[in-house]
């Protein structure tokens, strides 16, 4: 059951809770700065120019200038990787990596190339091919509590690093969401069913954010996603911090 | 109220899930009621009760009132990190604020290198020295520094695994809230106070501000009444409710522990039953602070605190309710911590390692509970068992404290009559794998019991290692006959 916090309050989320989980936060918009009910920000513009780090198979859509939108007019393309169940942290990113510093670029780019590399041998094909440091899947679909164990941030860096732009994923574990969307590393995307069981690692697929579809060119499939709400502003401007620059909450 | 039999391989086993708003309870609510500044006709509820979790949001976001699914901003008592996401944290820290930037508060930082300490990883080191530049630039007022690796003893600050040292040293606190950048920071929740893992951007956000901006739980109750059995420990306890509820079970929720079981159990239980509340997807655990949390704070810290307790008319997600005495010693198996069953109905899996050590399974009565039962028994362990306490303290008790019954003999002595490994260097050890020379780690495909929290491939190193989680009483045992087996083979 999708939840969205509308800008006009703010401080207020309603959501529902299900038998299975509620919806995840989504990092709203800070009143910390400011005293006022009414976000004192200017609501960001969606247009996205394709960075080539971040979003190596992203194609921007139409900008849409003025409009006030709380999801970014963005469409992500390529190959998915199929991943089971409960993927946790130690498989993401395997604990002896730990010792890579995020926050440092020549170790940040290390991590990506061990991101998935805690699989078990049953998965045939790696997420980052041994000697590569980026991957060539930028979609992982996922069943239920994708990200579940640790709250180690190394791990949605990781995905990020390597390229990954979006995981869509029945489920999250809480940590790994609120991570995903505090760094901007990757939109942790939730589906309605059980997309895992009906698309295979090397599906062509197309991910329509604004839309909050998912398409399978493969199969000719589509599904409704849940929308990413307030997180997306915040993902797409790269982070928390990099979001309330943007939104004028703190000093630039 | 609807109940429902659960339906499994336990024998006489009921569990009642009653889905609930009204909560009959002995716990009184401390705090005069709430006066609500809204008139009672614009909220359309006449509740205004609220748990001990959304207590403490209301008091650190200096509210009143406030409800589970709320978002608000709350000011953070404590920020723990260590090696592992430290320099991270400090990273982000100092790139958003400014490389002279201060944190909001020198006393309000506790820096614990605990994670990858004895291991000649050149970068493992580099992060330790990583937190202590930063110690030093901000004059941080807590910082358990190592610097002779070689001797662990020779390190009068050392501390250990961070959530048995903040215990330890006073940090955590009824009614408090606590962040940490570790996913079992849940494990302080035992003191009454709210606590929960955050990745290194949050922990960076909070060392320049001192706020954090988190959503209000829902609470899932568990009433845990009856006699604890003599061959049940807290591990058991907790393997029980995530079994129960699965790894996903408490996403996004609160889980409060109450009942006379809980109410009899030592602060260091306490602390192992919350600290496996992540494994259910928790966001936090709570046990209302009594007599017992009282008396463990006395000579350890000098700080004011003021306790919380959930309302009467509080409103919960769920309750379950269980009957201690009618569990049994459990393990779960491999690969994940929901993977729930009895000890005794898995005697046929012969073990290659037995591991007794982390935040989990490594404190001072977790040992004195496996030095009973091997004294219980009088044999020596068929499998190599594996000792790393907690911490430099628990390290010391070991070696000082007796163990009841063995006529004055200390644990250390009853683990070397036994043919254990004599006890290591106190950390996080091999719980988390870590760097490939960290003692004890599983750098092959074997079959290991473990003490610990997680047992997800490759937990503990080598990704076909299978590993069943369990509690020390159940680690003893299955140490003495190299299989899995329920404690009560040797407890009379």
């Known amino acids: ?252 | 109220m609807a109940t429902s039999s659960f339906i499994s391989s336990l024998p006489s086993f009921h569990i009642s899930i009653s889905k609930k708003k009204k909560v009959s309870t002995k716990i009184m609510a401390v705090m005069t009621p709430q006066t609500s500044n809204r008139k009672p006709s614009t909220t359309g509820s006449v509740k205004s009760g609220m748990t001990m979790t959304e207590k403490i949001f209301a008091r650190a976001s200096e509210r009143t009132q406030l409800s589970p699914g709320e978002n608000v901003w709350v000011n953070v008592d404590m920020l723990m990190t260590h090696d592992v996401c430290g320099p991270g944290a400090i990273g982000v820290f100092k790139k958003e604020f400014g490389d002279d930037a201060k944190v909001w508060d020198r006393e309000k930082v506790v820096l614990i290198p605990d994670h990858y300490i004895f291991t000649s990883d050149e970068r493992a080191n580099r992060n330790v020295a990583i937190l202590r530049d930063f110690a030093n630039e901000q004059n941080i007022k807590y910082f358990y520094d190592i610097t002779d690796r070689g001797d662990f003893k020779a390190n009068p600050d050392y501390k250990g695994v961070c959530h048995i040292a903040l215990a330890q040293e006073g940090h955590c606190r009824p009614g408090e809230i606590l962040v940490g950048t570790d996913s079992h920071t849940c494990t302080a929740g035992a003191f009454g106070q709210f606590a929960t893992g955050i990745g290194n951007t949050d922990a960076g956000f909070v060392l320049g501000t001192g706020k954090l901006l988190l959503k209000v739980p829902p609470t899932l109750r568990f009433v845990l009444d009856g006699e604890m059995p003599d061959y049940l420990l807290a591990k058991d306890l907790i393997l029980q409710i995530i079994g129960e509820i699965s790894v996903s079970g408490a996403t996004y929720k609160a889980m409060e522990f109450v009942g006379t079981t809980i109410e009899n159990l030592s602060m260091e239980e306490r602390m192992t039953l919350c600290n496996m509340v992540v494994e259910a997807g928790g966001k936090n655990g709570i046990v209302p602070a009594d007599a017992t949390t009282f008396k463990y704070l006395e000579d350890k810290t000098s700080l004011s605190y003021e306790p919380v307790y959930s309302d009467a008319q509080a409103g919960y997600l769920a309750e379950y309710r269980i009957d201690v005495t009618k569990l049994e010693p459990l393990v779960a198996k491999p690969h994940s911590p929901d993977n729930r069953g009895l000890a005794r109905e898995c005697k046929d899996v012969k073990l290659d390692r037995v591991y007794i050590g982390s935040c989990t399974g490594g404190k001072t009565e977790d040992f004195v509970a496996a030095a009973k039962l091997l004294l219980a028994s009088g044999d020596k362990v068929k499998v190599p068992t594996f000792i790393v306490p907690a911490t430099q303290k628990v390290w010391m008790d070991l070696y000082t404290l007796p163990v009841p019954g063995s006529g004055g003999k200390t644990c250390s002595q009853i683990f070397e009559q036994a043919g254990c490994d004599s006890p290591r260097s106190p950390s996080c050890g091999a719980c988390v794998g870590g760097p490939l020379d960290t003692y004890a780690r599983m750098n092959e495909p074997q079959i290991c019991l473990s003490t610990t929290n997680r047992n997800f491939p490759g937990r503990m190193g080598h990704k076909e290692g299978q590993i069943y989680l369990a509690s020390p009483y159940t680690a003893a045992a299955s140490a003495l006959t190299g299989f899995v087996t329920d404690p009560r083979e040797f407890l009379h």
Not at chain 1, 120 to 140: A, C, H, L, N, Q
Not at chain 1, 190 to 204: L, Q, W
């Open chain 1, 1 to 252: 059951m999708a939840t969205t916090a509308s800008l006009a309050n703010p401080n207020t989320f309603s959501s529902t809770i299900t038998h299975r989980q509620q919806p995840p936060a989504s990092i709203s918009t800070f009143n910390a700065f400011t005293s006022t009910k009414q976000p004192s920000f200017k609501t960001l513009i969606s247009h996205k120019t394709p960075t080539v780090i971040r979003h190596a198979s992203v194609i921007a859509a139409a900008a849409a200038s003025d409009s006030p939108s709380s999801a970014p007019a963005t469409s992500f393309h390529g190959e998915c990787y199929v991943v089971r169940d409960n993927i946790d942290t130690d498989q993401i990113i395997p604990a002896e990596y730990l010792t890579l510093v995020p926050s440092k670029p020549d170790e940040y780019k290390k991590l990506g190339s061990y991101a998935l590399v805690g699989l078990p041998e049953s998965y045939e094909t790696r997420f980052v091919e041994t000697g590569e440091y980026r991957t060539k899947y930028p979609i992982i679909i996922a069943g239920d509590n994708f990200g579940c164990g640790s709250s180690r941030e190394h791990a949605p860096v990781a995905l990020g690093a390597a390229g990954a732009v979006a995981v869509v994923a029945e489920s999250y574990a809480r940590i790994f969401f609120r991570n995903s969307v505090a760094t901007g590393e990757i939109y942790p995307l939730e589906s309605e069913v059980r997309v895992c069981d009906e698309c295979k690692t090397g599906d062509v697929v197309t991910i329509e954010l604004e839309k909050s579809v998912l398409i399978n060119h493969t199969t000719g499939k589509q599904y409704a996603l849940k929308p990413i709400g307030d997180a997306g502003p915040v993902i797409e401007a790269g982070g928390i911090f990099a979001y309330a620059r943007k939104a004028g909450m703190i000093p630039a």
